[in-house]
């Protein structure tokens, strides 16, 4: 851990966690401790504008993404809302320059129709 931490701020030592620790007060809690995070909201939404972003991507196509930003005790963080599919959205809190959320290569999603037949579609 020692060599990651003299290397600039992209090798600093991280921590990883199942989605189900994902939350705003996750988020701030690292950021305080100055850590970025990119981190999945699932059941834990307190403080995070998940309705919102459901109501405005309730009729979105897959690949359509939602972002807004806010303070939350000092800290900036991005809340981004992910259309995957027709019927999924995914939630995710981040502490402000923990990444990019400029679009990158697609993510080619394979489905079957009625007839067996496998379809694959690329989703932003």
């Known amino acids: 851990m020692e060599e990651a931490q003299k290397g600039n701020d992209q ?34 939404h307190g403080h995070f504008p998940k309705k919102f972003i459901e109501e405005t991507l ?30 999924t ?7 402000k320059n923990a990444g990019s959320t400029i679009k990158g290569e697609p993510y080619k999603m394979k489905y079957t129709d009625d007839w067996g037949n496998i379809h694959i579609c690329e989703v932003d």
């Open 11 to 44: 090798t600093r030592a991280g921590l990883q966690a199942d989605a189900w620790f994902g939350s705003v007060k996750a988020a701030v809690a690292l950021g305080k401790n100055g850590y970025k995070a990119v981190l999945q909201v699932k059941t834990r």
């Open 89 to 95: 959205t995914l939630f995710f809190v981040a502490t």
């Open 58 to 87: 309730k009729e979105a196509t897959g690949g359509v993404w939602v972002i807004l930003e806010s303070i939350r005790d000092g800290i900036p963080l991005i809340a981004i809302g992910y259309r995957y599919s027709t019927r």
